[in-house]
């Protein structure tokens, strides 16, 4: 077993690690502060600030764009497997907002990969083209709330066929992207025949973010951050007409595009919660040995180091069950990596809420406050817990298949 990156992740590391020192570190607070003033007038508060626009370019000049794309939508991105990407998107996650960057940003690489793998020639000039470019940004609408949307199936939002058209009523919350100036597509999943069998009577359907019918309805905080300027929206549809072309690959193929959707989005979510974790970390062991208490740094004191080394321990671990993941869904597909993928994804969040927890607990007050950004990663983990199935989900699934393969 070889634990050392290729050369080819090797030096993409290498030369974003140097774009992160550049352009990215030093005007971090800088970027943060203005989307906080930002947000405090109505008419800027979900515009994205012009210096992403002027990052990006820089990110595409230097050839660190669409980094998560595999060798199958070349010439759009850097070819990488899930193996080679996994240390690239952790960099990433060390800063909350960096991933739009490089146009690796949740939820659009899901649904660029849903559009390159299922969208029609006209979706893919009016949607794909521009996303992947980064010129617009998109949202993707699952949850809803009068349901338990841990269970897909439970969804009710309807998809019902009207001559060349499709006819979407229903609510959506937690529909990431959504807030955004720039969000133009979503991509919705809804019910279009509620008497087909359990799995198939869901499909996935395009709609323009501008379609009549559409209300967004209210941002929502999770746990007091609104993640600004992207947000995550609670969204009714009325009578919503698409047509019918715009629904995606056919009618009941909407549980196996999520499924599909979702195996590289859960493990880009544990990818990025490793970067997070570690940036808590760093920030712990500068902490704790700069500030004195009790007459002497705190670095001195048995209880933080221990808790410093239990910190380190966690984060490895979970950073080797994810680099595992990646390289067997590489190897075997996501299908036949559910177990992992789906053990992963039970893992990393929990490690990630439990090291910068004791961070914050290093830091005191401040680590609570808008001074660090460890509340803010804080709740992003604490959110990854449910976003793409609850833990608890997870855990009943891998039991589940544990038990059965041990006793085929």
Not at 271 to 293: K, P, Y
Request: aromatic share 6%; hydrophobic share 40%.
């Amino acid at each position: 077993m070889n634990f050392d990156y290729s050369d080819k992740s090797q030096k993409l590391i290498d030369r974003l690690q140097a774009f992160m020192d550049e352009h990215i570190y030093p005007i971090e607070k800088d970027y943060t502060d203005l989307v906080h003033a930002n947000s405090a007038n109505k008419e800027t508060r979900w515009v994205t600030p012009e210096v992403m626009e002027e990052l990006k370019q820089k990110a595409k000049n230097a050839g660190l764009w669409n980094l998560f794309l595999p060798e199958e939508y070349l010439p759009y991105g850097a070819g990488l497997t899930n193996l080679e990407y996994a240390p690239l998107c952790e960099i990433m996650g060390r800063v909350m907002w960096s991933s739009e960057v490089f146009n690796c940003s949740a939820p659009d690489t899901g649904n660029m990969e849903v559009l390159a793998r299922y969208g029609s020639e006209q979706d893919k000039q009016k949607y794909l083209i521009p996303l992947l470019e980064g010129k617009i940004r998109s949202a993707f609408a699952m949850t809803e709330p009068a349901v338990a949307s841990s269970d897909a199936t439970n969804i009710e939002t309807s998809i019902q066929r009207d001559g060349d058209e499709y006819v979407i009523n229903g609510r959506k919350w937690w529909t990431s992207g959504a807030m955004n100036a720039n969000c133009k597509i979503m991509v919705v999943m809804g019910k279009t025949d509620p008497t087909a069998a359990r799995h198939q009577q869901q499909s996935q359907v395009l709609v323009p973010l501008d379609s009549k019918g559409i209300t967004v309805v209210r941002p929502l905080a999770a746990m007091g951050h609104y993640d600004e300027p992207i947000g995550h929206a609670e969204v009714l549809f009325d009578n919503v007409r698409v047509p019918a072309t715009n629904l995606l690959v056919g009618e009941g193929e909407g549980f196996a595009i999520a499924q599909g959707r979702l195996g590289p989005g859960r493990i880009h979510h544990c990818m990025r919660l490793i970067g997070c974790a570690q940036r808590a970390l760093d920030m712990a062991c500068e902490r704790v040995e700069n500030r004195i208490a009790f007459g002497q740094p705190l670095s001195k004191q048995q209880s933080i180091r221990e808790r410093i080394a239990q910190m380190h321990c966690d984060i490895e671990q979970a950073r080797l069950l994810t680099l595992k993941a990646a390289d067997n869904m590489d190897r075997y597909g996501n299908k036949v990596s559910r177990n992992i993928i789906a053990a992963i994804k039970i893992v990393a969040p929990k490690m990630a809420c439990n090291v910068i927890d004791q961070s914050i607990q290093m830091h005191g007050g401040g680590g609570t406050s808008q001074d660090y950004v460890l509340s803010a990663i804080y709740a992003y983990a604490r959110t990854i817990r449910l976003a793409d199935g609850p833990d608890e989900v997870h855990m009943m699934q891998l039991g589940r298949n544990l038990i059965k393969d041990q006793n085929a």
